[in-house]
């Protein structure tokens, strides 16, 4: 990887080492460190320093005393709660949402149930994912909450790729939910598309819960 320039910023720091954590580079429980990554970088400690705050403030990352910086470990009960947040916050969106959504808005959203499902490499799937759904979103025009959703997306995002690749035919069922919230959308129908949508987080989050739950019964 091409080394950063000086003028380079805290927040482009921060980006690359976030881009490593969703893409499964950086693991849960791994130690990050300073010094290697502003080494690797070409940067000072001072803006690893402020971007590992930044992510810690994110949620991605823990700072433990005498330990520094680590990729932070979900509990079960946490990853729960974070689905629980998230339909809150997505079933308000979308809501608000329906009647103001055009026929410009399905068809991105459709572009990117393509990109997903044309070969889309598992590291890809939490940005798509976020892309897909925030599509749908964008026209209630609720730029703070979405803001708040980003994080949530991000925080879950490497568990939620761990139930893809480890429940059978995950993908393709993605797929089809996906294209029942647009379908539900286009027809402008409220009720289905929320039914759908919590139906959708509820699906994820159970199968993802009893991924988690086989994998630590094996341990």
Avoid: C
């Amino acid at each position: 990887m091409a080394r950063l320039v000086r003028r380079t910023t805290t927040n482009i720091v921060a980006d690359e080492i976030r881009q490593r954590i969703l893409s499964g580079q950086l693991k849960e429980g791994e130690q990050i460190r300073q010094e290697a990554i502003a080494t690797e970088l070409g940067v000072s400690r001072i803006p690893v320093r402020e971007a590992l705050r930044q992510l810690e403030a994110e949620g991605l990352i823990t700072l433990v005393s005498h330990k520094g910086a680590e990729v932070t470990r979900l509990e079960p009960s946490e990853i729960a709660e974070l689905f629980e947040i998230r339909m809150m916050l997505e079933s308000s969106m979308f809501g608000l949402a329906i009647d103001k959504i055009t026929e410009r808005d399905l068809k991105a959203a459709e572009a990117l149930i393509e990109d997903m499902r044309n070969d889309a490499a598992i590291e890809e799937w939490g940005t798509l994912n976020w892309q897909f759904h925030e599509t749908l979103y964008r026209p209630a025009e609720r730029p703070a909450t979405a803001k708040i959703l980003r994080r949530v997306h991000d925080n879950i995002d490497r568990y939620v790729r761990l139930q893809i690749t480890l429940t059978q035919d995950g993908k393709e069922l993605a797929h089809q939910q996906h294209q029942e919230l647009v379908d539900a959308a286009r027809a402008k129908d409220h009720e289905k598309g929320l039914a759908l949508l919590n139906s959708h987080i509820e699906h994820v989050k159970d199968e993802l819960l009893q991924s988690i739950q086989e994998k630590s019964d094996q341990s």
